[in-house]
């Protein structure tokens, strides 16, 4: 039984076993390594197959490639000769490259923007009028506005999944409800929603409630405005089956969400009506002054 193991000839396999397996490997080793191991493999990497899912995360070994990520991934949209269905950005979104996956990937079904400075409001939104069944968009710390969002909901009719979070607010936090209304009155059909660190007030949540009746999962962390006051949080418990408060712990939350203190406080120390006096975030939610990101 050894000795089998380890005369066995992996170029052996299956074809369509070999894909399953070189599928789980990321996008970047698959381009950067996998694909010279051997000619076998090679064709399986250029299979159209293998590319229907793009995942462009970030990690300490992605920042020190010899050339950049973006044109990896122009490689790897052009690899998936239209059967594109998911793709993942962080950092490397750019308008550019919205409008080279928007003229090959008319399929898409999941977008994820992360951290993407380089993609503008017109630039989505000219992307998005290309994804008609689009049904999963997170955009996380990117400088869009409810102007893209009034867009993004009338062009994908089919959105049931939106995650639209920033970096958190000032000190004394503005209430601001124009992205609430924007996602109540174009997105009926939205089942999963997260907002988190958005200014949105108790107003803004009853405009969601009324405009998104299928409304399964609601993700409220750090929107500091949101007072749950009067009927708003019997409405909520009623409706939404998965529900995230202000307060509640985000340490299953992906992102950093540490909260700075004043005066020495800690969090323990802090009961949520004490919270508008003395927390400082580490970020602002407002992306528009980053200029271009190198």
């Known amino acids: 039984m050894n000795a089998e193991r380890e005369t066995r000839d992996w170029l052996k396999l299956p074809s369509d076993v070999t894909v399953s397996i070189l599928s789980r490997l990321g996008t970047v080793e698959i381009l950067n390594n996998t694909q010279y191991v051997c000619s076998q493999w090679r064709n399986i990497c250029k299979d159209p197959s293998m590319w229907t899912t793009i995942d462009m995360g970030n990690s300490c070994d992605v920042l020190n490639l010899d050339y950049g990520l973006q044109k990896l991934c122009f490689h790897a949209v052009d690899r998936s000769c239209g059967r594109l269905i998911d793709i993942n950005l962080e950092s490397i979104g750019s308008d550019q490259l919205l409008t080279y996956i928007a003229g090959r990937s008319g399929h898409l079904k999941r977008l994820r923007l992360v951290s993407c400075y380089n993609v503008s409001d017109e630039g989505l939104t000219a992307a998005v009028a290309k994804f008609p069944f689009l049904e999963d968009l997170e955009i996380s710390y990117c400088p869009i506005t409810k102007n893209a969002l009034e867009t993004i909901g009338s062009a994908c009719p089919l959105l049931n999944s939106l995650k639209f979070n920033v970096e958190g607010c000032k000190r004394y936090f503005s209430e601001c409800d124009d992205d609430a209304l924007a996602i ?101 939610s407002d992306l528009s002054d980053y200029g271009d990101f190198h």
């Open 184 to 284: 109540a009155q174009t997105m009926p059909k939205l089942r999963h929603l997260q907002l988190f660190g958005n200014k949105l007030t108790d107003n803004g949540l009853q405009a969601i409630l009324d405009g998104c009746p299928r409304l399964e999962s609601l993700d409220l962390r750090k929107c500091f405005n949101v007072r749950l006051g009067g009927n708003v949080e019997k409405r909520c418990v009623e409706r939404v089956k998965h529900l995230r408060r202000p307060y509640d712990s985000t340490h299953d939350y992906e992102f950093e969400a540490q909260i700075h203190y004043a005066s020495g406080i800690s969090c323990i120390d802090l009961k949520p009506e004490d919270y508008d006096d003395y927390v400082e975030f580490s970020g602002d």
